[in-house]
């Protein structure tokens, strides 16, 4: 087959490809970043289509305009004007999931084997999406604070196009970075004002504790030089990844081409999808939903806390204060990939480490999610976790 160069440049997600044994009943699940099934507002759903009025659900059904359904461009823009973005400045373009506002990113500002800075690790989705097109991803280490400015410093000589950051409940680090830490970073990128940041906040609604509320404005919100920032989140995780829609916030400069590559990927996300969210916006059900998400999902990200130390007391992690995941570092001699095969045999999934390197090396480092896992289950989980670890340790 005469492909084109760069499909040996596309790379794989190794959790996409365990999609089988995550949608399991039978195996207890800590692989996927998945919100809970049950957890799902079905019957706001069923509500919502079934008073949905002939007129709406003939705009639902058709094709509409290629920056987003301008009913919810309407409550994006109040809604992220109150979270402080400055919106005479920038413009919104609703996405087909997030994951497309980060090929589009790419699509926009990277030629085969332009640089792109990641943090190391990285979520495989966005590193997925700079591969597709033939970018070379150089990671940048992590620190319980956040990205490590040595280590950008350095990075930054390697003339990046763009630097693809989570400074907020890290996919897969669990992390949050600290305001002075966003601080130094800001500083710094001011003086590469052409290298682009991709700031993704895919998590920053779900947050478990008050004190982590003053960290995680988002950097694009007070940077001096926000025009530098490209901000992008998505619906996935507080209505449903299955509607497929997500949100970046691009400045006025960036903006048309922004709307004119989306054109050339779908020629519009989803209506039908994004007048749920329009209504599930303005019938105040959406912040009743992430209200009851924060505690349910609280309680599964203590219960997994909880019984990692009770019984992995040897496993090394930094306790998430939002988000869907703790990266859980295993003790010396216990190799990653042979627990994920003794544990896979008992029952018990997750993601080994080297998946989020982009490099693909290897780092001791598993990807706990605890989101889709009641605290019952998770208890029996980490149990043979624990189990696996300790045959291995023989
Ligand atoms: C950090 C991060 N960004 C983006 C996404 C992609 O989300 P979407 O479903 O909106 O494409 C995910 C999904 O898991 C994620 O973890």
Redesign the pocket.
């Known amino acids: 087959m005469r492909f084109a160069k760069c499909v040996s440049a596309f790379r794989p997600s190794p959790i996409r490809g365990m999609m089988n044994a995550v949608i399991n009943p039978n195996v207890i699940s800590f692989a996927g970043?998945m919100p809970g099934n049950e957890l799902f507002p079905v019957e706001d759903v069923r509500e919502i289509i079934e008073k949905m009025p002939r007129k709406e659900m003939d705009t639902a059904l058709q094709y509409g305009p290629t920056d987003g359904l301008p009913r919810l461009l309407k409550d994006m823009n109040e809604w992220m004007t109150k979270k402080g973005f400055d919106m005479s400045k920038n413009r919104i373009i609703i996405?087909t999931?997030?994951?497309?506002a980060?090929s589009i990113v790419t699509k926009l500002f990277v030629d085969p084997h332009d640089v792109v800075l990641t943090e190391d690790p990285v979520?495989v989705?966005?590193a997925g999406a700079f591969c597709a097109y033939q970018a070379d991803i150089i990671g940048v280490k992590m620190d319980r604070e956040g990205i490590v400015i040595d280590d950008l410093e350095k990075k930054l000589a390697r003339n990046p196009k763009f630097i693809y950051m989570?400074p907020t409940f890290?996919?897969p680090a669990g992390l949050t970075y600290s305001r002075e830490r966003r601080e130094q970073f800001l500083e710094i990128m001011a003086k590469h004002p052409d290298v682009i940041i991709l700031e993704?906040d895919?998590?920053g609604e779900l947050y478990y504790d008050e004190d982590v509320k003053s960290e995680i404005i988002p950097m694009k919100t007070y940077a001096k030089n926000e025009n530098q920032i490209i901000y992008?989140s998505?619906?996935?995780?507080i209505f449903g990844?299955g509607l497929?829609?997500?949100w970046m916030i691009v400045p006025n400069e960036i903006y048309e081409a922004a709307e004119i590559c989306k054109q050339s990927m779908d020629a519009c996300t989803p209506q039908f999808s994004q007048m749920l969210a329009a209504e599930f916006i303005e019938s105040g059900r959406m912040e009743r939903y992430i209200e009851m998400l924060r505690k349910v999902y609280k309680e599964r990200r203590d219960a997994m806390v909880n019984c990692l130390h009770k019984y992995c007391p040897e496993v090394e992690f930094v306790t998430p204060q939002g988000g869907?995941f703790l990266w859980a570092k295993m003790p010396e001699g216990v190799d990653e990939k042979e627990l994920f095969t003794v544990c896979a045999e008992k029952g018990v999934v997750f993601v080994t480490g080297d998946a989020f390197n982009p490099e693909y090396k290897k780092n001791r480092y598993v990807r706990l999610s605890f989101s889709n896992t009641p605290p019952e289950v998770i208890e029996r989980g980490v149990k043979i976790l624990a189990e696996g670890i300790a045959s291995l340790r023989k």
Do not use: E, L
């Not at 999931?97 to 497309?100: D, V």
């Open positions: 970043g996405t999931g997030s994951t497309q980060m979520f989705g966005s989570t890290h996919n993704d895919a998590y992008t998505s619906f996935s995780k990844p497929r829609i997500g869907f």
